[in-house]
């Protein structure tokens, strides 16, 4: 999770992490790491460094020894089962330093600066460091069994290292963002982000990064996406994107990004964040971007605040079917509740689902660990009380843990947890949400009891959390199937 690019937030819990890339090395390209194979799947990962000349383009290299360049197709064709894969982020990569400090830095800017100046002089010992940003959802999605690729940069140095080691135990790919000749100055825009996390002696968080010094986005000078980024994005069944996409691009080329992968059939997953509010009083060129974002989207994920700031709806089911009605391809809306649970809106139908009853200790990545699940169950087209499900227990798994990057949930934490099945108790409180909106034809409810269908003209069915669990384990036990049939191919 991330922190506004120009302010420093404080947090006495849920905070957010600071996102931004550090831009190209003019290295050489220097694959690093095994290359991406062709389909039927993505074997291993690869990271493309990006020539000081425009002209001078590193394709991607596969398995069989053929190239992109010149490969692209500019089509809708692309099945969903023809793209090898499953999830693609794009930029927010970062290495987190998390300290322990006596008090939060000082909301001076000069001073702020000088902080972070001074921590910056000699590396902390590496067990302070974490991967961050979009690291965050890609390792959780990774967890889930799904093959995931970053787009986006780190530096030729100790912390790019650190990054590209930890995407590669994960089994994540990476894929660099090319600005070419573009660049203002180069040698500026070589290193890796550092977010200084700095947590007080009561838990709260603040967050020192070069990011929250700039006046424009970092990675203004990127105009166009590079074949290889094009090739990234069309091999992949889901694009991620969040509103601190504006802190390293800008609006024209976020808008370019979203339109090219509509193009090729690649489903946009949009959360804006607490960025969402500034930019839907930014600059009219953000306003513009984020209204595509909403109008384009295929998957829209919201607090219920968030929600209630775009629609001036206060019911978080209305506010969803506000906002659908508006976008131009929009399948789902996701609202997020906290300790509540979660909301999924479609045209047709209402799902609920309960957040289980954990105890919290950190809810650092707890968002980012919700929408990889979402990612799996949008990809293996599970029912949507599941979807939910299993994104709840995602989200409460890792908030049980101390930080994000590594620290996300596991595979068996969430299984432990979905196979106790307590939820916290907020049936009645959906039960009376839903409802309020008569306008929706069907509306599941996930339910500890037992299942049993509404007589009334909304059609509410609660759905058993013995059924779900059931029906989540057996989809888990696949996917680990599908991993080791590929792993060994």
């Known amino acids: 999770m991330y922190h506004h690019a120009f302010s420093l937030k404080f947090h006495s819990f849920s905070p957010h992490y600071a996102l931004s890339l550090s831009n190209f090395s003019t290295q050489s390209p220097n694959p690093l790491l ?37 490969s692209l197709g500019e089509t809708r064709d692309v099945a969903v089962a023809e793209k090898p894969i499953d999830v693609a982020t794009l930029g927010n990569l970062c290495v987190d330093i998390v300290l322990s400090v006596h008090e939060l830095p000082p909301p001076s800017r000069g001073e702020r600066k000088a902080l972070m100046d001074e921590l910056s002089m000699s590396p902390p010992d590496k067990k302070y460091w974490e991967a961050g940003g979009n690291c965050n959802m890609a390792i959780a999605a990774a967890r889930l069994g799904l093959h995931c690729v970053a787009i986006g940069h780190v530096g030729d140095e100790i912390y790019g290292e650190f990054l590209l080691d930890v995407l590669h135990e994960e089994g994540i790919g990476t894929v660099a963002l090319n600005g070419g000749t573009n660049a203002k100055d180069t ?58 996409d504006f802190d390293d691009f800008s609006p024209s080329f976020i808008m370019s990004t979203i339109d090219y992968a509509s193009k090729v059939g690649t489903a946009i997953f949009f959360d804006p964040g607490p960025r969402g509010k500034s930019l839907s009083k930014g600059t009219p060129d953000e306003r513009r971007a984020l209204a595509h974002f909403l109008r384009m989207s295929d998957v829209l994920l919201l607090t219920s605040e968030e929600a209630e700031a775009l629609t001036g709806i206060r019911n978080p089911v ?88 590594r620290n996300v949930a596991k595979r068996h934490q969430v299984v432990d947890l979905m196979k106790a099945s307590k939820l916290n108790d907020e049936e009645k409180f959906f039960e009376q949400l839903v409802a309020e909106n008569s306008e929706s034809p069907r509306i599941n409810l996930l339910s500890k009891g037992m ?39």
């Open 187 to 244: 040698s500026s825009f070589c290193e890796t982000l550092i977010c200084w996390v700095l947590v007080d002696p009561l838990q709260r968080h603040g967050f020192c990064s070069r990011a929250d010094f700039k006046e424009e986005p970092a990675f203004s000078w990127i105009t166009d996406l590079s074949d290889e980024v094009k090739m990234a994005i069309r091999q992949s069944k889901v694009l991620f994107c969040n509103g601190y």
């Open 318 to 405: 209305k506010a969803g079917q506000e906002i659908l009605k508006n976008g131009k391809g929009t399948k789902w809306v996701i609202v997020k509740m906290g300790a509540k649970g979660s909301i999924l809106v479609t045209k047709s139908s209402v799902s609920v689902a309960p957040a289980f009853k954990v105890e919290v200790v950190d809810t650092v990545g707890c968002g980012d660990s919700f929408v990889a699940a979402i990612a799996l169950g949008y990809i293996r087209n599970m029912p949507l009380v599941n979807t939910l499900t299993i994104a709840n227990a995602v989200g409460a798994a890792t908030a049980m843990g101390c930080g994000a990057g």
């Open 451 to 489: 299942t049993k269908n509404g007589s009334n003209k909304q059609q509410i069915e609660t759905i058993s959390m013995e059924k779900v669990v059931s029906e989540l384990l057996a989809e888990l036990e696949l996917e680990l199937g599908r991993c080791c049939v590929k792993a060994s191919s």
């Open 34 to 70: 095994p290359p991406f194979a062709r389909v039927p799947h993505v074997t291993s990962s690869v990271f493309l460094r990006c020539r000081s000349s425009a002209a001078d383009v590193s394709p991607v290299i596969y398995a069989d020894g053929s190239s992109s360049i010149g």
